[in-house]
């Protein structure tokens, strides 16, 4: 007996589909880059204005984050002055009052509002100038554009912006005096004719001898809480050792292949898949046949004998 039998199947879901998807996913630059605000804690001060300069030249500096809205941040918009959301920020400083839940929900809600990573909250001496005279029309600028590559008139009032930082530098009125006076940073009257130089010098100025030491603490949007972390200003280059230490925390991101997330099937008693039954048939086809082609069906054998007389 010949036997013959044709197994139709479906075939297993093919990956195929799936691998061409994923060879053919456009990689597309991350939209968490890891971005950094300054917030001061309290009244302004100086060190909160030279750390959030020093934060805005690096990579960290959030692109939705205007000249005002930093100002904000630090203190230094007066009463009705700005737009809405500068105005808004402002507020939101305000009712920052230290680590406590409270002030932990308006800084989480400071970050999402700019797509933050971090706001360094600094402390520091209040300045014993008006809040008011650091911001008039020519205020030296805290969110610089491009990198901090555009110059940026840094001139308050007058006065040079490094003699300004300095508690101990001579009044605004003095100009002879600005022009001769000597800083770390250099010659004043030379910063005052150089932005660029201005802006560089600010940042890294570290603080007046015998002023009390900022610190900083970086508080997480995502984590909803401060680091351990305590930051300050160096003697000799400023904020610049915070912010190399924050871009080591946030390291560039660079890309990241985005996949379209694979959807499951769900799963199926066994005994509805067609490879189940296709089996059983060939098992059972496969059996019969060797069943009844190993069976005899023949009579017993008889054996005759004669006997001749």
Request: aromatic content about 6%; some cysteine; glycine content about 12%.
């Amino acid at each position: 007996m010949v036997a013959s039998c044709v197994l139709v199947g479906a075939a297993p879901p093919s990956r195929a589909a799936d691998s061409a998807a994923d060879a053919g996913a456009d990689a597309q630059p991350r939209s968490d880059d890891a971005f950094v605000a300054v917030l001061a804690l309290g009244a302004p001060s100086d060190a909160a204005r030279r750390a959030a300069r020093a934060v805005y030249r690096s990579r960290l500096r959030p692109p939705e984050l205007d000249e005002e809205s930093a100002r904000a941040l630090v203190g230094d918009l007066p009463a009705g002055t700005g737009g809405a959301g500068a105005r808004e920020l402002a507020e939101l400083r305000d009712g920052v009052r230290g680590e406590d839940a409270a002030s932990r929900q308006v800084l989480a809600a400071i970050g999402r509002r700019l797509k933050l990573k971090g706001i360094l909250v600094v402390t520091g001496a209040a300045d014993a100038r008006p809040a008011s005279s650091a911001v008039d029309a020519g205020a030296s600028s805290i969110a610089t554009t491009d990198g901090g590559a555009s110059p940026i008139a840094m001139t308050d009032g007058g006065a040079s912006p490094v003699a300004d930082l300095d508690a101990g530098a001579a009044s605004s009125s003095d100009a002879s005096a600005l022009e001769v006076q000597p800083t770390d940073a250099g010659e004043v009257g030379a910063s005052a004719v150089d932005p660029e130089r201005a802006l560089r010098d600010d940042a890294q100025l570290p603080s007046p001898a015998g002023a009390p030491k900022a610190r900083a603490r970086l508080f997480h949007v995502g984590l909803g809480s401060f680091d351990a972390a305590t930051y300050g200003a160096d003697d000799t280059t400023g904020w610049g050792s915070t912010v190399a230490s924050l871009e080591r925390l946030f390291p560039a991101p660079g890309y990241r292949k985005y996949t379209k997330a694979k959807e499951e099937t769900p799963s199926k008693p066994f005994y509805t898949s067609p490879w189940f039954w296709g089996g059983l048939g060939a098992a059972l086809l496969f059996g019969g046949a060797f069943y009844f082609a190993s069976r005899d069906s023949g009579g017993d054998t008889i054996h005759l004998q004669m006997k001749v007389p």
